[in-house]
Every structure is written in C-alpha cells, then in structure tokens.
C-alpha cells in the first residue's frame, strides 16, 4: 500500500522554526516528486514546495522562498521541509503528496497521484 506519513508539526513562536519529514512507502520513490501543501481554516489548499526525486530540483511559493528549504533523503525515502522565521500566517494543516513531477503543484493544481495525513503547524504571535 502507498503511504505517506507526515510528521513534524507543533506549536512554536513566531521566528521559530520547525522541521517537517515526509516519510513515503508502496511506490519508488525515484520517479515521483514530493510536495508539501497547507491549508488554513477557511482558506484554500496552497502549495507551499516540491522537490524531484529523480533530479533535486526544486520549486518555492513566493511566500515561504527564502524561509522554507526542502530536501530529500532517497536513502530513506523521506523529503524533508525545513521551516525558520516562522509567521502567525504559516499556521496550517500541511500535507505531503507524491506525483511524476512538480509540475501539478507548481501550476497550483490538487491532483497529486498520493496524499498523506497531514500535520499541524500552529506560530503563535
């Protein structure tokens, strides 16, 4: 079976910072692209970053570039969101999801071939 199982979040003060894992199973890891999403309460599902297995490339949203860094451990099978100058305004519901590429959450699409669970990032002010 496909599973991805995120992990990571927690309550933590603005400024702070956060890591967030991805770990995947049931499919080779290799060929997919991983991507984080957040959803806040009545807000829209957004994507935040994707990374591609195959190459390591990788994609930002203008509202985490330059606080957000993902990275992909293949060994493990785990892509890896690492969050710092955390902001009131990053609280969300973040998921992880696995498709051939980034290219769906780039274009700001939701159909990702897998999704997991997601966690809760809470910034306080």
């Known amino acids: 079976d496909v599973q991805l199982q995120a992990s990571g979040g927690g309550l933590v003060q603005a400024g702070g910072s956060l890591r967030l894992s991805c770990a995947a199973s049931?499919?080779?890891?290799?060929?997919?692209?991983i991507g984080w999403f957040r959803q806040a309460p009545g807000k829209e599902r957004e994507g935040v970053s994707c990374?591609?297995?195959?190459?390591?490339?990788?994609y930002y949203a203008d509202s985490v570039k330059g606080r957000f860094t993902i990275s992909s451990d293949n060994a493990k099978n785990t892509v890896y969101l690492q969050m710092n100058s955390l902001k009131p305004e990053d609280t969300a519901v973040y998921y992880c999801?696995?498709?051939?590429?980034?290219?769906?959450?780039?274009?700001?699409?939701?159909?990702?071939?897998?999704w997991g669970k997601g966690t809760q990032v809470t910034v306080s002010s």
């Open positions: 049931g499919f080779t890891f290799d060929d997919y692209a």
């Open positions: 990374i591609s297995s195959s190459d390591g490339s990788t």
């Open positions: 999801a696995a498709d051939k590429s980034c290219v769906v959450l780039v274009r700001g699409y939701y159909g990702m071939d897998y």
